[in-house]
Nanobody, 125 residues
Framework: HLQLVESGGGLVQPGGSLRLSCAAS????????IGWFRQAPGKEREGVVC????????YYADSVKGRFTISRDKIKNTVYLQMNSLKPEDTAVYHC??????????????????WGQGTQVTVYS
């Protein structure tokens, strides 16, 4: 069955770095995009980043461009989110998510239809 397992969240000071991992299993769709969205208390869900399974095209939210980088290991079926220069406003629960059926990303945001339990990222002074 389809499963996404996140890891790597934690506490970090402003300017610090964290790397999140998401191990995907049971994905049978020919095309999909995988990435992360985040949700902070009292705020709307924000799509952070996604990457296409077919061509590696990516989308980054303006709020994280230049600071966050998504990568993937096809052999391990794992995606990584390297987060640098973290800010207090990056504090949220980060969910690994899928848009099944998505063929190519090419700078457009993803629309999630499956996601994991999430991992907490806290940036504190």
């Amino acid at each position: 069955h389809l499963q996404l397992v996140e890891s790597g969240g934690g506490l970090v000071q402003p300017g610090g770095s964290l790397r999140l991992s998401c191990a995907a299993s049971g994905v049978t769709a020919d095309y999909y995009a995988i990435g992360w969205f985040r949700q902070a208390p009292g705020k709307e869900r924000e799509g952070v980043v996604c990457i296409s399974s077919s061509d590696g095209g990516t989308y980054y939210a303006d709020s994280v461009k230049g600071r966050f980088t998504i990568s993937r290991d096809k052999i391990k079926n794992t995606v990584y989110l390297q987060m640098n220069s973290l800010k207090p406003e990056d504090t949220a629960v980060y969910h690994c998510a899928l848009e099944l059926g998505r063929n190519g990303v090419d700078g457009a945001p993803c629309w999630w239809n499956y996601w994991g339990q999430g991992t907490q990222v806290t940036v504190y002074s």
